[in-house]
């Protein structure tokens, strides 16, 4: 069964930092892409940032370029989303996701991954 648990969220100031953790189980961990996606209150789930199988290839939105870095540890079967400087808009909630689709190497979209972890709480304070 494959499962993908988050967590790292929780409550900071602007300016702040926060790394979240996706944990994954169940599946091979080194064929599947890994993204991290928000939603905030009344918007739609957005690609935050996605990772290749191998970790070559990265995707960040434009919104957090230069302040969030995703990263991949195949020995805790782990993917990471270190992020910095965030900002009120930032807050969300944060899911991870994976999928063995090749096509996850160039599009960081809901529709292309197939399994999504509980999500965690993501709030920046003014």
């Known amino acids: 069964e494959v499962q993908l648990v988050e967590s790292g969220g929780g409550l900071v100031q602007a300016g702040g930092s926060l790394r979240l953790s996706c944990a994954a189980s169940?599946?091979?961990?080194?064929?599947?892409?890994i993204g991290w996606f928000r939603q905030a209150p009344g918007k739609e789930r957005e690609g935050v940032s996605c990772i290749s199988n191998s970790g070559a290839s990265t995707y960040y939105a434009d919104s957090v370029k230069g302040r969030f870095t995703i990263s991949r540890d195949s020995a805790k079967n782990t993917v990471y989303l270190q992020m910095n400087s965030l900002q009120p808009e930032d807050t969300a909630v944060y899911y991870c996701?994976?999928?063995?689709?090749?096509?996850?190497?160039?599009?960081?979209?809901?529709?292309?991954?197939?399994?999504w972890g509980q999500g965690t709480q993501v709030t920046v304070s003014s």
């Open positions: 996701a994976a999928t063995p689709k090749t096509i996850a190497t160039m599009y960081c979209e809901r529709f292309v991954y197939d399994y």
């Open positions: 169940g599946f091979t961990f080194d064929a599947y892409a």
